[in-house]
T-cell receptor, first 116, second 113 residues
Framework: GENVEQHPSTLSVQEGDSAVIKCTYSDSASNYFPWYKQELGKRPQLIIDIRSNVGEKKDQRIAVTLNKTAKHFSLHITETQPEDSAVYFC???????????????FGTGTLLAVQP | ETGVTQSPTHLIKTRGQQVTLRCSSQ?????VSWYQQALGQGPQFIFQYYREEENGRGNFPPRFSGLQFPNYSSELNVNALELDDSALYLCASSDGTIDEKLFFGSGTQLSVL
């Protein structure tokens, strides 16, 4: 079945450094790739997304890249700040998932710790 | 705030009992999806409701069922609770178009003892 692998599971960086989280998906027909940030005890919040007709998207300190051929996509956070500390989830939206639209297959998450 | 609200926030049940969780979608959204998030894991798709009909289901047994009402609010029902059903249950709404963004509620933390 559809699967999304996410690495690393934990990532510790110094404030001001960059952080990169990588995901691989199995369904080549997936066409939508969002990233969610989840702080402890809170809801997942959409921080950026990319569609399969775009290779890269940037929003201030956050960027996402997509390599459709390799079925890889990555989240890049520059100039990290302590408030970036959270669990980050990647997700992919397979084309056929029992007929549902906007259904997402999530990765297992990356715990990012930004040390002041 | 996204406007998706869920109730209750926390719930404790015993094995074999039944539970109903509730979700109010964001204004203007006609599609509601339910996800189960076990501790330390990513959310897993349970099912989706669009205009009061189930519109896709993940790999969950039939004892997980749902409803959507004319105002697009939704319920998740779980019968014959098992210990492994302990998780955060998240509701997400969208406007029903393909590949549109999902907005999550804060979830209901269910503990099965």
């Amino acid at each position: 079945g559809e699967n999304v692998e996410q690495h690393p599971s934990t990532l510790s960086v110094q404030e001001g450094d960059s952080a990169v989280i990588k995901c691989t998906y199995s369904d080549s027909a997936s066409n939508y790739f969002p990233w969610y940030k989840q702080e402890l005890g809170k809801r997942p919040q959409l921080i950026i997304d990319i569609r399969s007709n775009v290779g890269e998207k940037k929003d201030q300190r956050i960027a996402v890249t997509l390599n459709k051929t390799a079925k890889h996509f990555s989240l890049h956070i520059t100039e990290t700040q302590p408030e970036d500390s959270a669990v980050y989830f990647c997700a992919a939206s397979p084309m056929n998932y029992g007929g549902a639209t906007n259904k997402l297959i999530f990765g297992t998450g990356t715990l990012l710790a930004v040390q002041p | 705030e996204t406007g998706v609200t869920q109730s209750p926030t926390h719930l404790i049940k015993t094995r074999g009992q039944q539970v109903t969780l509730r979700c109010s979608s964001q204004s203007g959204h006609n599609t509601v999806s339910w996800y189960q998030q076990a501790l330390g894991q990513g959310p897993q798709f349970i099912f989706q409701y669009y205009r009061e009909e189930e519109n896709g289901r993940g790999n969950f047994p039939p004892r997980f069922s749902g409803l959507q009402f004319p105002n697009y609010s939704s319920e998740l029902n779980v019968n014959a609770l098992e210990l492994d059903d302990s998780a955060l249950y998240l509701c997400a709404s969208s406007d029903g178009t393909i590949d549109e963004k999902l907005f999550f509620g804060s979830g209901t933390q269910l503990s099965v003892l």
